[in-house]
């Protein structure tokens, strides 16, 4: 079992840089693949970003390279979520997500633990 605690969303203005964080608990969690998804107002959770368990591989979604880094800190059990310049089409409820294995993959249905999620708003 692994248990996640997200922080660090709220209000923030268009250009500006947020860092969310992912609080992971539980006997794997130092070496599972940990994910963040986002899921927007009315819309589907979407893929975001994911990084291994070691923390050595990292892969995104298009629309998060170059703006968007997840790195984590295993001392802390923790997995963050960097995010710059961002838009107002980054407003969403951000999750992380737990696999119970150390690859990355950036399918929903290949996580099996989620966290309940923390808001990101964007004004324009």
């Known amino acids: 079992q692994v248990q996640l605690v997200e922080s660090g969303g709220g209000l923030v203005q268009a250009g500006d840089s947020l860092r969310v964080s992912c609080a992971a608990s539980?006997?794997?969690?130092?070496?599972?693949?940990i994910g963040w998804f986002r899921q927007p107002p009315g819309k589907e959770r979407e893929f975001v970003a994911s990084i291994s368990g070691s923390g050595q591989t990292t892969y995104y979604t298009d629309s998060g390279k170059g703006r968007f880094t997840i790195s984590r800190d295993n001392a802390k059990n923790t997995v963050y979520l960097q995010m710059d310049t961002v838009k107002p089409e980054d407003t969403a409820n951000y999750y992380c997500?737990?696999?119970?294995?150390?690859?990355?993959?950036?399918?929903?249905?290949?996580?099996?633990?989620w966290g309940q999620g923390t808001q990101v708003t964007v004004s324009s």
């Open positions: 997500a737990a696999r119970t294995n150390s690859y990355i993959s950036g399918t929903i249905s290949a996580y099996a633990y």
């Open positions: 539980g006997r794997t969690a130092s070496s599972a693949a």
